[in-house]
């Protein structure tokens, strides 16, 4: 999703790492994780799809993704899909172990808290704590710190942060109606919110919300973190 429909959160992340020093590569054999086919009980596909991903990314040292939900999916089901697979085990666990969120990596594996960036004119913001990241992964300080510490940012809590957008994936295929209401249920609390910018750590969330507020004629959109903390890159 973020290839395909936001590539400039894609962009925003090696601009990012590209700040801290870090060497990116973009392996362009790589393909989606296979936690559609998963999710929806199709575990002989998500293998396949799953393998593509392992081939792509045989040579990494380390795995870093603008999506929790693509994370909790290497990390957690990579080693059980190919538990009882010898060709293949080893190597699945092996990147199960080298994969982070990228809030994630810079504040626990880098150690970084602070960019030393900062935003052109002061900015309240808040999040929205995508599902996968907050429950998987126990995501839940490392965006507020990194944000929090950017000159002119301001991170106010609202008491719908941990309130689910409705997206779930195929959830929201399968349940459309329940889906489109928890989403109203989110719009509203966005548009009562302190907030300037809601922010969040996955453009799965992030586009289902914009998506809901474009189509209720709704000025504000939900932003990515990554593209937040490269703006304060680029006004350094």
């Keep these: 999703m973020v290839d395909t429909l936001h590539p400039e959160t894609g962009l925003s992340v090696v601009d990012i790492l590209t700040h801290l020093g870090v060497a990116v590569d973009f392996p362009m054999g790589q393909t989606c994780c296979g936690q559609p086919a998963f999710n929806a009980g199709y575990r002989r596909e998500a293998r396949q799809v799953a393998i ?5 990314f045989k040579d990494a040292e380390v795995i870093v993704a603008p ?3 693509c994370i909790a999916m290497v990390r957690h089901e990579y080693p059980r899909l190919f538990a009882d697979d010898p060709e293949w085990r080893d190597e699945a666990e092996r990147l199960a172990g080298i994969s982070w969120e990228f809030t994630e990596f810079i504040v626990d594996g880098l150690g970084i808290a602070d960019l030393g960036v900062r935003l052109a004119e002061p ?3 808040a999040f929205h ?3 996968h990241g907050l429950r998987l992964l126990g995501l839940k300080q490392a ?6 510490n950017m000159d ?9 942060s941990e309130t689910c957008c409705g997206f779930g994936g195929l959830f929201s295929v399968k349940m459309a109606d ?14 009562t919110s302190e907030a300037d910018t809601i922010l969040t750590g996955d453009v799965s969330c992030l586009t289902h919300m914009n998506n809901g507020l474009a189509k209720q004629g709704k000025p504000m959109r939900v932003k ?3 593209d937040m903390l490269a703006e304060g890159i680029r006004e350094k």
């Design 178 to 191: 329940v889906s489109g209401a928890m989403l109203g249920n989110k719009i509203d609390a966005i548009e």
């Design 123 to 125: 900015k309240t913001v």
């Design 52 to 56: 593509q991903f392992i081939k792509a």
């Design 67 to 69: 999506s929790g939900s």
């Design 152 to 160: 002119n940012a301001t991170v106010v809590e609202w008491e719908n």
């Design 143 to 148: 965006g507020r710190t990194l944000i929090g």
């Design 224 to 226: 990515h973190i990554a």
């Design 129 to 131: 704590d995508a599902c």
